[in-house]
């Protein structure tokens, strides 16, 4: 998982330099840790209906399934750098497993995901809250469970998570070297690591 957080973390740091931010100094501010939080929090939901798309409309054990893994694993690691889980400390995907149940997986991971919503000050009408950095490392944890049981759903070990990881790692670099948007996104580029 090290090499993982590793790609991950130059990539965010690209990313957010592009932006005019230095991502080492945006995860350690207060209040722009909240908003990264929020940030990837909702892209990792984003790519979780994404997944239940691809399994809803082709079945479980897809190509694009494994794909749309990959693209939680960027949002759970840059989670994870935030609030301090080290590569070491990650819940690693062993293989396929029977019998796992991928609606179970979603709704853990959606109940994760809103644990770690509530880990912040979100409800603007309530007085008190503000962040609650255990209750989010706590979150971010019970995610990481979830995602190594996804991985196992799709028959995907370390080995295999890496090497897509990888070449994933590379088309985002790509596409933001194009100047990537949304007017301009297409999935060319995820169909060519098909050939993986």
């Known amino acids: 998982m090290e090499e993982i957080f ?3 973390w130059k990539f965010n740091v690209h990313l957010l330099r592009k932006l005019g931010l230095e991502y080492s100094a945006v995860i350690e501010d207060a209040a722009a840790k909240l908003t ?3 940030n990837y929090r909702k892209a990792l939901s984003a790519e979780l209906a994404e997944l239940v798309r691809e399994v809803r409309e082709n079945g479980i054990g897809t190509h694009n399934g494994r794909v749309e ?3 939680m694993l960027h949002f759970l690691v840059s989670l994870s ?3 301090h889980i080290h590569p070491a400390e990650a819940a690693v995907p062993e293989g396929a497993s029977a019998g ?3 609606s179970a997986c979603v709704v853990d991971t959606f109940l994760a995901l809103d644990d770690l919503q ?3 000050k979100w ?3 309530a007085k008190g809250g503000g962040f609650k950095p255990e209750a989010a490392e706590r979150a971010v944890r019970d995610l990481w469970k979830c995602f190594a049981e996804a991985c196992g759903i ?6 295999s998570l890496k090497k897509l990881y990888a070449a994933k790692n590379r088309v985002n670099f790509q596409r933001q070297e194009r100047g990537y948007n949304e007017d301009n996104k297409t999935e060319e580029d995820n169909l060519a690591l098909e050939r993986l």
């Open 123 to 125: 409800k603007w009408w």
């Open 81 to 83: 750098h935030i609030v």
């Open 118 to 120: 509530n880990s912040m």
């Open 6 to 8: 590793d790609l991950q």
């Open 100 to 102: 796992r149940d991928f």
């Open 69 to 71: 893994i990959v693209d």
């Open 36 to 38: 990264w939080i929020e």
């Open 154 to 159: 799709f028959g995907m070990d370390l080995e």
